[in-house]
């Protein structure tokens, strides 16, 4: 579905992303990790349309799409939950919501995706009326998702979304995320929790100073122990294990 080849994206002058090429497949769940300063948000960024390649192409379904404006990624089946949420605090969690389905064809199943999502975010329903920014944290990361998923993605994009949770939000989150992958739509996570993001992808990529230095199976990714030393901050597995 989504295919990614040789990208290359700059900050100024300074390299962000240097030949980077990865695809999804439909109704995949794949993670990318890597350290602080990798180039993972300019990624999630760069495949949102949010930022121009230097160079290298983005497609979708065969299509290219690279150059096209953002709302044009969105048109082709591309929705992002940026790093810090970016909800307009002092508009309403419904209204919030609404925004995601600007394009025609969202705005035709408004009210199916709004049910839908209040049905993934139970507590959402209850709080339709209330500014968002009066919200707690775990709360308004569950409207930037749902609001991404009122634009029907075909991909779903996530940076960081357990940004500054309690543990047992993340849970529920990553619960969301399975459930969301259950029903076909296809997900990146680009995640600082390793753990969690491997347990829930088919595959992982990982990114370190703006290239791919390894990529595979979740268990191939932490099963090597200089990949889990270098780049994942991970422990090596005991000997009993």
Known sequence: MLDVR???????AAPALSSVSMSIAAGELVCVLGPNGAGK????NTLAGLRHARAGSIAMDGRDITHLPPHRFCAAGIAVVPECRRLFTGLTVRENLEIGSYLPDAR??????????CTLFPVLRERLQ???GVLSGGQQQMVAIARALMARPRLLLLDEPSLGLSPML???????????HAGGTAVLVIEQNVTMALDVSSRAYLLDEGRIVAQGTPAAIAADPELRRTYLGMAAPSAST
């Open 6 to 12: 040789e990208l290359s994206v700059d900050y100024g």
């Open 41 to 44: 948000t300019t990624l999630v």
């Open 108 to 117: 035709r199943h408004r009210a199916a995706s709004l049910e839908h999502v």
């Open 130 to 132: 209330s500014p968002a």
């Open 170 to 180: 993340v849970e529920v989150l990553f619960g969301a995320i399975r459930e969301i």
